[in-house]
């Protein structure tokens, strides 16, 4: 297997989608109702990960092996107000579930612009929090509410300073 990491193309956008969803039936089932995640549905998502791609200001970068899309990490500006503009935020990383706990998220996060980086995860996501702990990221004290599938969780943000 040979794993790329490079940034993606927006003909990737529908196996980036079906990618992020399964990533997150996975990796929140338990903090969000299961009949919200079973419901998800990839085409949904095709679209917003086209338009993520083709976004000037964000990026996105693929981890690849030939043309089987394994995970993906998008980051650009913050979006948060209490930040200088131009921060940098990472929105995500996301990696199919048959391939968590091999080093890919690493790869992708190693991808990314070296320097400080911010991001929002899940109060409750114990494995992503441990991931980003590992690399750097401690909480900066800031959390927010968000709603998904008519259920409240807290995010909390996480800072990388170096």
């Known amino acids: 297997m040979e794993i790329t990491v490079r940034s993606a193309t927006p003909e990737e956008a529908e196996a980036i989608a079906r990618m992020h969803v399964r990533s997150w039936q996975a990796a929140y089932r338990g903090l969000f109702p299961d009949a919200y995640l079973d419901g998800l549905d990839w085409r949904e ?3 917003r990960r086209r338009a993520d791609i083709s976004d ?3 990026q996105v970068r ?3 092996d030939g043309t089987i899309v394994l995970g993906f ?3 650009g500006p913050t979006r948060d107000d209490d930040l200088p503009a131009g ?5 995500g990383i996301y990696l199919d579930p048959d391939r968590w706990a091999r080093g890919l998220g690493s ?3 190693d991808a990314l612009p070296p320097g400080p980086l911010t991001l929002w995860v899940l109060a409750d996501n114990e494995r992503a929090i441990r991931f980003y702990t590992r690399h750097g990221f401690v909480p900066d004290g ?3 509410q968000i709603d998904r599938g008519g259920h409240k969780a807290t995010q909390a943000r996480y800072r990388r300073t170096c």
């Open 45 to 47: 998502w095709a679209e």
């Open 142 to 144: 800031s959390t927010k």
């Open 56 to 58: 000037g200001d964000k």
């Open 62 to 64: 693929v981890a690849v």
């Open 73 to 75: 990490a998008s980051f």
């Open 87 to 91: 921060t940098p935020e990472l929105y």
């Open 107 to 109: 790869r992708l996060l």
